[in-house]
């Protein structure tokens, strides 16, 4: 017998399918719910959720329809000032919810969907809120079956204002609800009593918009040539936002040709200063930066502080894209998705007649509103050690460098993962999304010994983290053989890799952690072995002495910069290793004449813990290093190896 599919079941499925659909929804905008006919309540998206990260008990919550509903009919709360009154309709949101309803916050628009059909599908699409931010659009969209409502505050004022326009609409259409609504800068909404016909109204109208926009040229002037990928400006841009807010921020940045293409119109600043929907408000700001004189950033950043009472979220780069300032991740991944369609509406709504934007005092209270303040914070929960922070970790697909890497990233870091081998970063970048989830950690295939090639992976991690703040050198070798028997090959292959590869990857990250202006650490996976030498490792002993002796080195020449450099020592760590590899251990067991399997047991064995050390440990203190618990510690070695060397 085929199950029955519950309200809730039906809800999540409706959400998941315009909240994956980037052309429908961008950021974390949108909003869906469904009415419970034989319980009188309704199940409405909670206010910052994610539609697409809807699951069972998790991103709605229940409200009682009456008491909801009701809320239209108390006079008092027109009377109030607008402040007072948003604050009041929120608790009383708050009452009517049920007391099984699962954790959250009532969608802002949850008296609007009360007064509507069974299923309520609101959606942003870019094309379709273009139009609607025109100056012709909304006659060519709309058709005689389609209720067209003027722009007015969100939350109440919208809903008391279609409370009017749904009485007109029912009074010359016989009772009946309109099934597509088309706010003015604002959206689109379909209703209907099955899911199946919202979902397929919703499509229709994005199917009608994308016809109408195809039918005209665009008014946006050709791109022209592109520049370079704009790694210094990026760079620049963190460091000035970082020394003028005084807080770290995350930066999503996106190439984009419409950018080019509206930069290039004489009334770009002006015209981008104009908000055409909400969402554009609470996620861009009111404005966007643009970055013309990228030398001049602070002075340009407190000029704008100063004008809009906030930093940007927004910065334009022209000739190359855009850059979306968060307060996390997921903040500037959302910013820079609903930027994207901020920049389609324009070209649709300058190809349509021309822009007619929000007034300043409604863009001014969508940006003041408390309701936007709580869903911003919803985006900014993850916390740590390098919380925000940026960083680089050579050999990232194994061993020490791949704990360090997912140790930074459990710590609140973005990371660039580099190793030569693609299938290690594979497999390391699946345990990273496991650990943390998606965006937070990119992987680079490099070889370190390839100049070019540790200069494109400085590149690419600064394009796809937003700038650079750690480094960690950990890819090495570590070729075991007597004196007497060592390979020439080997020894140099060691040297090129333990030596020259932490060279070529220190020298970039200095470079772009002086031109970002905030200081950096560099930290050099060194060895136990660095201090104490050990038989028949010629080319280790040297490299992991190198190591360090550089790392002093560079602590002199990069201390005036605020740059760190500094070395871990670790002692053996066998799992996941690829120097504790079978070949290695034989050597070692033969070096020391004992069997293979008492290798392990053996070293453990030489410590004063007696305890074996896992990649974990070594992480915890590049953590340690990284951070500004750390900030006063440079040109150091750390020794975590359970008590086997002692420096002195």
Avoid at 570 to 598: M, Q, T
Wanted: charged content about 25%; overall charge positive.
């Amino acid at each position: 017998m085929r199950r029955k599919t519950d309200d809730a079941e039906i809800l999540l499925k409706m959400s998941r399918s315009v909240g994956c659909d980037p052309e429908l929804v961008g950021g974390a905008g949108g909003n869906t719910s469904i009415k419970c006919a034989s319980k009188g309540t309704m199940l409405v998206k909670a206010s910052g959720t994610t539609l697409a990260a809807m699951e069972r008990g998790k991103g709605y919550v229940e409200v009682r329809l009456d008491a909801v509903l009701d809320l239209l009919n108390m006079t008092a709360l027109k009377s109030l000032h607008e402040t007072e009154r948003e604050e009041e309709v929120k608790k009383l949101l708050a009452a009517a919810c049920t007391s099984t309803s699962p954790p959250g916050r009532p969608s802002v628009e949850t008296i609007l969907h009360a007064q509507l059909d069974r299923c309520v599908v609101h959606t942003h699409p870019a094309l379709v809120c273009g139009l609607l931010a025109s100056r012709r659009g909304v006659g060519l969209l709309a058709d005689k079956d389609v209720l067209v409502v003027p722009y007015v505050d969100p939350g109440y004022p919208l809903a008391a204002l279609m409370a009017e326009k749904l009485a007109e609409w029912r009074r010359t259409h016989r009772g009946r609800l309109p099934q597509v609504i088309l706010m003015e800068n604002h959206g689109l909404i379909a209703t209907a009593a099955e899911p199946e016909t919202a979902l397929a109204l919703t499509r229709r109208m994005l199917a009608r918009a994308k016809r109408l926009v195809k039918s005209r040229p665009s008014a946006l002037p050709s791109a022209g040539e592109t520049t370079a990928a704009p790694v210094d400006a990026l760079l620049r841009l963190k460091g000035a936002l970082c020394r003028v807010a005084g807080s770290r921020c995350v930066i999503a940045f996106r190439p984009s040709e419409r950018t080019v293409r509206l930069l290039k119109l004489k009334n770009a600043a002006s015209l981008l200063s104009t908000p055409l929907v909400p969402d554009q408000v609470a996620f861009s700001g009111l404005a966007p930066l643009v970055v013309r004189k990228e030398k001049a950033l602070c002075g340009i950043l407190e000029s704008y502080i100063k004008r809009h009472g906030t930093p940007p979220k927004i910065a334009l780069l022209p000739g190359s894209g855009y850059a979306a300032v968060g307060t996390s991740p997921e903040d500037a991944a959302n910013k820079a998705d609903i930027w994207r369609d901020v920049e389609r509406m324009f070209e649709t709504a300058l190809t349509f007649g021309g822009v007619r934007s929000m007034c300043r005092r409604d863009a001014e209270y969508v940006a003041s509103w408390e309701a936007e303040k709580y869903r911003m914070t919803l985006h900014d929960k993850a916390g740590g050690l390098l919380k925000n922070r940026t960083a680089l970790v050579t050999g990232a697909g194994s061993g020490l460098g791949r704990a360090i890497a997912l140790g930074f990233l459990r710590a609140g870091a973005l990371v660039a993962f580099v190793d030569v081998s693609s299938e290690r970063l594979a497999d390391a970048l699946g345990e990273a999304e496991k650990a943390v989830g998606a965006g937070r950690a990119v992987g680079i295939t490099a070889d370190v010994t390839d100049e070019a090639a540790v200069r494109g992976a400085f590149q690419k991690a600064v394009l796809a983290l937003g700038g650079l703040d750690v480094l960690v050198n950990a890819a090495g070798i570590a070729p075991s053989y007597p004196l007497v028997d060592f390979p020439a090959d080997a020894w140099r292959r060691a040297l090129e890799l333990n030596l020259t590869g932490y060279f070529l990857a220190a020298r970039e990250a200095a470079r772009l952690m002086i031109l970002q202006g905030i200081g950096g650490s560099i930290i050099n996976v060194s060895s136990k072995t660095g201090l104490d030498a050990s038989r028949n490792n010629s080319a280790y002993n040297a490299t992991k002495a190198g190591e360090i002796h550089l790392g002093r080195g560079w602590a002199l020449d990069l201390g005036e910069h605020g740059i760190r450099v500094n070395a871990i020592a670790p002692g053996n760590v066998f799992r996941g290793s690829l120097i504790w590899n079978r070949k290695y251990i034989e050597a070692c067991a033969k070096k020391r004449g004992i069997k293979p399997e008492d290798v392990i047991p053996y070293y453990v064995n030489l410590t004063a813990l007696k305890k074996e050390l896992q990649p974990e440990d070594v992480a915890n203190v590049a953590v340690f290093l990284a951070s500004d618990m750390a900030d006063k510690i440079t040109g150091q070695t750390i020794v975590p190896d359970g008590g086997q060397v002692f420096v002195r």
